[in-house]
């Protein structure tokens, strides 16, 4: 990824557009010398997007995993966003506070 959750992040909003599913391939495209053959889980939480692929210039790897939900449960974590990430996307702060009236209609 690009660091900091971004592609968790820009996931997550495609996801909660309804633009991607179940179906959807997950790629990532990384140097051969940070493929390893296994990884500690403490590294991941349950937001981490799930690869199906990994791509480097000299190999592409089949991931094998169980077979995902038609439902994606990549959601935007609202509260772990802070408010420069919000100003640095404007999209994502417009949302934000669309969010914010349809809940507070609701009351």
Not at 39 to 60: E, G, K, R, S
Not at 93 to 106: D, G, L, S, T
């Amino acid at each position: 990824g690009k660091g900091e959750g971004f592609a968790d992040l820009e996931i997550a909003l495609l996801n909660e557009l309804n633009l991607i599913d179940g179906h959807t391939i997950f790629i990532a495209t990384v140097h051969d010398c940070q493929v390893h053959e296994s990884l500690d889980a403490a590294l991941f939480d349950a937001n981490d997007v799930v690869l199906d692929y990994i791509v480097t210039p000299t190999q592409i790897i089949k991931l094998n995993h169980a077979h995902r939900d038609h439902k994606l449960q990549y959601k935007i974590q609202w509260s772990k966003l802070s408010q420069n990430r919000m100003n640095e996307m404007p999209f994502l702060k417009k949302m934000h506070q669309q969010k914010k009236m349809i809940v507070k209609n609701k009351f």
